[in-house]
């Protein structure tokens, strides 16, 4: 059983930054490919970032050159640094993750808020 549990999501104004974190607890965190989600009021759920195990990354195009995602495999931890924040990109935030010999997002933590005023 995997525990995922975010933080940071806040209230900014519009070109600011933040930088969300999640902790894992219960597999081994290095085996498992994390990712960052969110979701806006009456919007479905989109993929922002992608980690692998090995460290590569992908991004929603949308994001790509303003945030980055990391992982800090010592402190099982997965990081979204998110700068010019948009108004748009108001939203829950997710960290999800999943093992890397399967294909879905199994695993989810309960979601950070970030709100982004103009």
């Known amino acids: 059983q995997v525990e995922l549990s975010e933080s940071g999501g806040g209230l900014v104004q519009a070109g600011a930054s933040l930088r969300l974190s999640c902790g894992f607890l219960g597999r081994t965190f290095a085996t498992y490919i994390m990712a960052w989600f969110r979701q806006a009021p009456g919007k479905q759920r989109e993929l922002v970032a992608v980690i692998s195990s090995g460290g590569s990354t992908n991004y929603a195009d949308s994001v790509k050159g303003r945030f980055t995602i990391s992982r800090d495999n010592a402190k099982n931890t997965v990081y979204l640094q998110m700068n010019n924040l948009r108004p748009g990109e108001t939203a829950v935030y997710y960290c999800?993750?999943?093992?890397?010999?399967?294909?879905?997002?199994?695993?989810w933590g309960q979601g950070t808020q970030v709100t982004v005023s103009s």
């Open positions: 999800a993750g999943r093992h890397y010999s399967t294909s879905g997002y199994s695993d």
